[in-house]
């Protein structure tokens, strides 16, 4: 799959349409377990059984096609016919788009993912009062639109317990599609992305319908595949409601003839219940997603299982992630865990874990400013200015890492170029 970003002139633009265009042809995931090697991995496991144990030698894994592994230790697990064999190795995922760049969940802010290099783009999904899909960060759109200034929604503002958090705001499911249409995106983190507040107002909140019909036309321009990758945002909660996203999600997706393992779609959760759910009424490839090590999912809440995070990133939670999913979604910390004062310390032993359950692995956020980026790889003291982000993606990419969500694709795919380069894929 040979990448060839639009490029307008501007150089990060330029410098990441070169890096993508410099992409071989077939650079995919066999393509880089044929070059790559065994990746090596620190010695923390993850998790509460076998925390600050040694990891076990990885054991080594040859099967046939057909959903199986294929790979030598820790490199990835090849599971053939997911539909995930068919993506470059490892994925440059546009978090959200391109938020480092633009409003989050915009047209705008897909478009530049795509020029920046990105593979795959994502939503999160949440409904409105009749039951359409919109794509938001939240179904509280206080900080993602201009609500607050339309005085004729004034009376909708209020307060709701949602996944047990008390939230104040505006919610997507007190409105109709053609009420939220009147309002218009903005910046969610102008504090951080001031620059980012120029584009504020420019584009409406899209539906997901909208959405998958942009992906279609911009594949069809790009010359190759547009993926998305969608969440569900609080399924337990809107079920509880009554909209219910899985079916309307799964509805869409066969719409768009985006259903099925050949449909160019991930489908991602917080809630183990939700892919479950649409592992039901759809074959596309999953992600379980995974926060903190000392959170629950919320469904695990509703339904008293008192499983963590962290013992679903124990070999045997692992495993059990394997039965309805084809990877995990894991924070940045359960890999690459951080001090109190934010310097890294050794990686844990969840790559290796998981490639041996045949996951793989989309860590997130991967961002640019220093905020954002572990003590190691801050530069200066402004959390707002850029750090090196590029020794920081490379950091990830050598744990082994199946690719990221990242704010500012074009990073990502500079240095893929590079960590490619390295590993002689050609």
Do not use: C
């Not at 920046?116 to 960060?137: F, M, N």
């Not at 050949?262 to 039901?280: H, T």
């Not at 530069?379 to 199946?402: F, H, K, M, N």
């Amino acid at each position: 799959m040979t990448h060839r970003p639009i490029s307008n002139g501007s150089p990060a633009r330029t410098a990441a349409a070169a890096a993508a265009t410099d992409v071989p042809a077939g650079a995919s995931r066999r393509g880089f377990l044929r070059a790559a090697g065994a990746v090596g991995l620190g010695t923390v496991a993850v998790g509460a059984a076998g925390a600050g144990e040694a990891a076990a030698a990885p054991a080594d894994t040859e099967r046939g096609s057909g959903g199986e592994s294929r790979g030598t230790g820790t490199t990835p697990a090849v599971r053939t016919g997911t539909g995930l064999d068919r993506l470059p190795h490892p994925l440059v995922i546009g978090h959200r788009g391109a938020s480092g760049y633009r409003p989050e969940h915009t047209l705008g802010s897909y478009e530049l993912a795509l020029e920046l290099g990105a593979d795959v783009i994502e939503q999160d999904l949440v409904p409105t009062k009749d039951g359409q899909l919109v794509v938001r960060h939240e179904n509280n759109i206080a900080e993602t639109t201009d609500v607050a200034d339309h005085p004729e929604f004034a009376a909708l503002r209020t307060t709701k317990t949602i996944d047990g958090q008390s939230l104040t705001g505006w919610f997507t499911e007190d409105f109709t599609l053609a009420e939220l249409r009147t309002l218009r995106a903005k910046e969610r983190l102008p504090a951080q992305r001031q620059r980012n507040t120029l584009y504020d107002g420019r584009w409406a909140v899209p539906t997901f319908r909208e959405v998958v019909e942009y992906a279609a036309k911009r594949s069809r321009s790009l010359g190759r595949d547009v993926w998305l990758y969608v969440e569900t945002k609080h399924p337990s909660y809107f079920r509880s409601i009554g909209l219910p996203l899985e079916e309307r999600l799964a509805a869409e997706l066969r719409r768009g003839g985006l259903a099925g393992k050949r449909g160019k779609a991930i489908l991602q959760s917080f809630e183990p219940s939700s892919l479950q759910r649409l592992s039901r009424l759809v074959e596309n490839p999953a992600v379980q997603l995974l926060s903190d090590a000392a959170t629950r999912p919320y469904d695990f809440v509703l339904a008293g299982d008192t499983r963590t995070v962290a013992d679903l990133v124990t070999p045997a939670g692992l495993r059990w992630i394997a039965n309805y999913a084809q990877g995990i979604g894991p924070t940045t910390q359960l890999i690459a865990p951080v001090d109190k004062t934010g310097k890294l310390q050794p990686p844990t032993t969840l790559v290796a874990d998981a490639h041996r359950a045949g996951l793989v692995l989309h860590p997130y956020t991967v961002r640019n400013e220093n905020g954002f980026l572990p003590l190691d790889y801050r530069r200066g003291t402004d959390p707002t200015a850029y750090g090196d982000a590029i020794g920081w993606s490379r950091y990830l990419y050598e744990q082994g890492v199946d690719g990221f969500f990242t704010d500012q694709s074009d990073t990502a795919v500079l240095t893929r170029a590079d960590f490619w380069a390295s590993r002689g894929v050609s």
